[in-house]
Structures are given as C-alpha cells and as structure tokens.
C-alpha cells in the first residue's frame, strides 16, 4: 500500500513572501499521480496542481510551483507571492495510474500542513 | 448544479441511530467516490462507483456502512447503528471518466461534505 507522508503540521509565511510545504511518499510502484489539494474552511478540497510521475518537468499553476524528485520520492510545494487566499490545509495525495486492486480507485492523502499567512 | 453538492452539511445522531448521506455528482460524472475525514486527519477512501456499480467497497470501515447509487446519479452512504467513532466529515467526490480508464486523468471534484457527530 501507498502512504503519504506530510512533515509539517503547520507553516507560517508573510504575506508576499514565498513558502514550501513538504510531502513524501512511499510506493512501489513506477506510474503514477502526484496531486496538492487546498481545502479552506469550508472544507471544499480544490485541486491545487498536479503531477504525472513519467514527467520529468516540474509542473507550474500561475504561483504555484512543485518540486518532484522521484527517486527521492518527494513531492513539494512550493507558493509564491503568498496571499490572504492562501491560507487553508493543503493536502498532498497520491494515485496509482493504473488499477492494482483494492484502494487503489481513491486518492490516497497525507495529514495535511495547516498554512497561515501573516499580513 | 454546477457542482457536487451533499447533504445535510451536519448531522447530529444518537449513539445507535441509523443516518443517511447523501451525494449529488457534477451532472454525467461517470466515477463517483466516499472519502472519510476524522479530526486533523487527510481524507481515507471508502468506496468508488462506475456508474452504478460499487467497483471497490474495500475502505468501509465495517460491515454497518453501506452505499448505494442505483441509477447512475445521486449517491448514498448509510450508517448503521452509529458510534462516537464515525464522528467525521463524509466527503463526496465525482469525475468525467471511467477511472480504471488509463487514458488520461480525470480530476476529482470534491463537495463540501458533511459533518457528522455521534453522541
């Protein structure tokens, strides 16, 4: 089974300023989904970026960037130019590209980092 | 809607009581998922529907809960007999493919969920 591992339970960044949220994971298998997931208090999860693990580029929405390293299998965040918007529980999940059995349909996630922006 | 909807978005139950949740996906949303959410803790999947059929119950955490989506559409997730222990958010989540497809991604849409709180 996958696991997903988030180190920081919570992070505090300036507003304007750039911050990094960490994410590892555990699999063995070669094909594969990377996701980050914002959920703010209203709980809705809003797809945040993702990553397709046969891609060796890194990929970028707007101020949002990631920094996959796969033999490393790490999986970072990374905001620029943090906003007010910003703050919410981000999730860093995981999903098998191909079906291997049970589970395997969802996602799996980690805990989560509570991010705060500082104005 | 433009979106997956659930309700109601809190329940209360005695302990015991039997509840039902329901889950409206985005319209012709083939793929249809539960996700659980205890207390400070990342989503854990429940169980996945390709149109009507339940593909993969393997995440209900006991034989006291059950899911139906008889046609297609609007989802239910049933517990039965109810404990302090299911006290979580019940998210739902819907996607435009087949998810066993290996094709493409197909983006989760997640709803806003509902609170659930036994006493």
């Known amino acids: 089974a996958q696991t997903v591992t988030q180190s920081q339970p919570e992070m505090s960044v300036q507003e304007a300023e750039t911050v990094t949220l960490s994410c590892t994971y555990d699999t063995s298998e070669s094909d594969y989904y990377l996701f980050w997931y914002k959920q703010p208090p209203s709980r809705q999860m809003i797809l945040v970026i993702r990553q397709e693990a046969y891609k060796q580029q890194n990929a970028t929405e707007n101020r949002f960037s990631v920094n996959f390293q796969k033999a490393a299998k790490s999986f970072s965040l990374k905001i620029s130019d943090s906003q007010l918007g910003d703050a919410a529980m981000y999730f860093c999940a995981y999903r098998s590209a191909t079906y291997s059995g049970g589970g395997a349909d969802g996602l799996t996630f980690g805990k989560g980092t509570h991010l705060i922006i500082q104005p | 809607g433009a979106g997956v909807s659930q309700s109601p978005r809190y329940k209360v139950a005695k302990r015991g009581q039997d509840v039902a949740l329901r889950c409206d996906p985005i319209s012709g949303h083939v793929s249809l998922f539960w996700y659980q959410q205890a207390l400070g803790q990342g989503p854990e999947f429940l169980t996945y529907?390709?149109?009507?059929?339940?593909?993969?119950k393997s995440g209900l955490p006991s034989d006291r809960f059950f899911a139906e989506r008889p046609e297609g559409s609007v989802s239910t997730l049933k517990i039965q007999r109810t404990q302090q222990e299911d006290s979580a958010v019940y998210l739902c989540?819907?996607?435009?493919?087949?998810?066993?497809?290996?094709?493409?991604?197909?983006?989760?849409?997640f709803g806003p969920g509902t609170r659930l709180t036994v006493l």
């Open positions: 989540a819907s996607s435009f493919g087949g998810y066993r497809d290996r094709v493409t991604y197909n983006e989760q849409f």
């Open positions: 529907f390709q149109n009507e059929a339940q593909l993969d």
